[in-house]
């Protein structure tokens, strides 16, 4: 910095390692002059050496005031001749402007040419040196700042002359290395003040950032020097690992292989499972984060970011061993009083280190959440279950809900497993080894008309729904009953009317399997126009008896996917024949006798 006055009389030089300042101050007889300059360091303990002395020597002397007064300045040598007079001074309090007053006089040399009066002409010099800062303020209101990843930070430099002045022009430019990065990096100076954001670096990184003040003046318009300073800044990261759902209302889903509950955490880092809530109420969740560096111990505020009003508010945690893990908190709004589906629940988390001010990105969790009508009052709460309870959803009342769950059965709609993956049938194989429950359905893709009667009412159950279990068996005694379709050819016999049409088995056993060639079981055709789930036709069709559900005056058989009203019209929708053992069979083959059916209804429903 160099700040020059011209003038005519005496000279004054200030000078300091960083700048050179000059003052000419004229000569006047009779007249007393005054003049001030500012010098500025950068550093409490900077030197600045100031020389007074005649323009020209060989025409004037000076004499000064020993007697120079101090503040926030140090004296360190004084040396005085009639020629000039010379100081080192260093600023020591960095709190204070520092400043100097030297009084003297000009005085000519007798001979000298300097010409007037002899008189002395008496002058006064002030110097005031000022301390240039630059300091940061940060959101947190401390001197470092720990910013999570990939947040944006407000950051603000003051460039202050002394402390007792703003910089009146200039700018400031930021440098965070790979820290981060600026919404701007050179800002001017407003009232001695420059704001920018900060954008930390998605990764966990530590250093520094260099704010430097630049062009800078004084309000008088003098040049100051530049100057800077260094905020030490802490990256946090934080990566989401586990995520666990809780609440009253939170339901566990068991897995259709048979191996128990999904396992907690229901999120990580390689796999996701289901959970079940009943509608209108509150989720729970906790969440664990890594955090790097893992030194880092500051308290963490942590959200959840779901969909609709399905969002963790924020909580305050406290790492530990590298890690933060938000306690179970409730969700700030309810799941929709409606059975619901959510296929993906993707909760975004976000972690502050700065009291909420900031967050950053932690990762999200996706699970899938079916909600229930009301509370689940089955055990078999499998996840396929719950899926026909739940996929088709948006039911308020159980009618609506045993609706929307027959819709997934009806036709039959050949259902399957919750992913699609596997298809479930009804009779694929004969009766032997058939599976009798939910859980054998689910985990063997086969079963008999108990089994899916059972995957049915544990579905409508699953939503609360309450349902009764329905025997259906033929009237006559001893009488069994084929199901549709059949073809009758000639009859057989004629001594047993209206049991004239020989059903002939492949085997001794009372089963249909194997099928034989064409169908064929002596004088009937099976056909293959009534479907049950995923089988066309069911690989058995003659039974003892049969399993339905009923809810309310309805029948449903799941089986097939069709529903009666009563006995009469599951004879008209089912029933192609019914048979009677008259002895005939063989030691290779079960024969029965079969009749047609007439308007007479053969058929009886009853509780059990």
Same mark, same amino acid.
């Given at each position: ?19 050179? /300042?000059?003052? @000419?101050?004229? =000569?006047?007889? #009779?007249?007393?002059? &005054? +003049?001030?300059? *500012? ?128 910089? /009146?022009?200039? @700018?400031?430019? =930021?440098?965070? #290395?790979?820290?981060? &990065? +600026?919404?701007? *990096? ?423």
């Amino acid at each position: 910095m160099k700040k020059t006055l011209f003038c005519s009389g005496i000279l004054l030089l200030f000078s300091a390692t960083m700048a050179l /300042a000059q003052v @000419k101050i004229p =000569w006047q007889p #009779g007249r007393e002059f &005054t +003049f001030s300059t *500012n010098f500025y360091v950068t550093a409490v303990g900077d030197t600045t050496s100031l020389t007074i002395a005649p323009e020209n020597t060989s025409k004037y002397k000076f004499k000064t005031d020993p007697s120079a007064t101090t503040l926030g300045l140090e004296i360190v040598t004084r040396s005085t001749s009639d020629s000039n007079d010379s100081y080192t001074l260093r600023i020591v309090d960095g709190s204070k402007q520092g400043s100097i007053t030297v009084r003297g006089a000009i005085v000519p040399r007798p001979g000298g040419g300097g010409g007037g009066s002899p008189q002395e002409t008496p002058f006064h010099v002030a110097m005031l040196q000022r301390l240039v800062s630059i300091f940061h303020t940060v959101p947190s209101g401390g001197t470092n700042l720990v910013a999570a990843a990939g947040s944006t930070n407000d950051l603000t430099a003051q460039v202050v002359l002394g402390n007792l002045q703003p910089a /009146a022009s200039g @700018k400031v430019n =930021w440098n965070a #290395g790979s820290l981060g &990065t +600026f919404t701007a *990096n050179d800002v001017d100076l407003v009232s001695g003040s420059a704001s920018t954001k900060f954008i930390a670096s998605t990764g966990s990184v530590s250093g520094n950032i260099t704010a430097t003040g630049k062009n800078l003046k004084d309000l008088e318009g003098g040049t100051v020097p530049e100057v800077s300073t260094n905020l030490v800044v802490t990256v946090v990261k934080f990566e989401l690992k586990e995520v666990t759902f809780s609440g009253s209302s939170f339901h566990a889903i068991l897995q259709d292989n048979g191996s128990g509950a999904y396992p907690t955490p229901h999120w990580n880092t390689t796999t996701n499972y289901p959970v079940a809530y009943t509608r209108n109420t509150k989720l729970k969740a906790t969440a664990k984060f890594q955090i790097s560096p893992s030194s880092f111990t500051g308290n963490v505020k942590i959200k959840g970011d779901g969909p609709g009003s399905l969002d963790i508010p924020e909580t305050t945690a406290s790492p530990s061993g590298g890690f933060v893990t938000l306690p179970a908190t409730e969700a700030s709004g309810a799941f929709a009083n409606t059975v619901d589906f959510l296929n993906k629940m993707v909760v975004n988390w976000k972690c502050s280190v700065d009291g909420g001010t900031t967050f950053c990105d932690a990762g999200a969790s996706t699970n899938q959440v079916y909600v229930t009508l009301n509370n689940p009052t089955t055990a078999n709460l499998f996840h396929t279950v719950v899926h026909l309870a739940c996929a088709n959803g948006h039911a308020v009342n159980s009618a609506d809900a045993t609706a929307n769950t027959w819709a997934l059965f009806a036709g039959p709609a050949n259902v399957k497993t919750w992913d699609g993956g596997n298809l479930l049938r009804y009779y694929g194989g004969g009766f032997s080894g058939i599976p009798t429950d939910t859980a054998g359905l689910l985990q063997n893709g086969d079963g008999n008309c108990v089994a899916w009667m059972s995957l049915f009412m544990d579905s409508l159950a699953a939503d609360g729904i309450a349902s009764d279990r329905v025997w259906v068996r033929a009237t006559g005694a001893g009488d069994s009953f084929l199901v549709k379709n059949w073809t009758y050819g000639t009859a057989s016999y004629t001594n047993t009317p209206p049991y004239n049409w020989k059903l002939a088995l492949p085997t001794a056993a009372y089963t249909m399997a194997p099928i034989p060639s064409g169908g064929v079981y002596g004088d009937l055709t099976s056909l293959a126009t009534l479907h049950g789930q995923n089988t066309a036709p069911p690989s058995e069709k003659l039974f003892g008896n049969h399993r339905v559900a009923r809810v309310g005056a309805v029948y449903y058989d799941p089986s097939y996917g069709v529903t009666y009203s009563d006995a009469a019209d599951f004879q008209s929708k089912a029933v192609a024949g019914f048979a009677h053992d008259y002895g005939d069979s063989t030691s290779s083959s079960m024969i029965l006798r079969i009749k047609q059916p007439t308007a007479t209804v053969e058929i009886m429903l009853t509780l059990y």
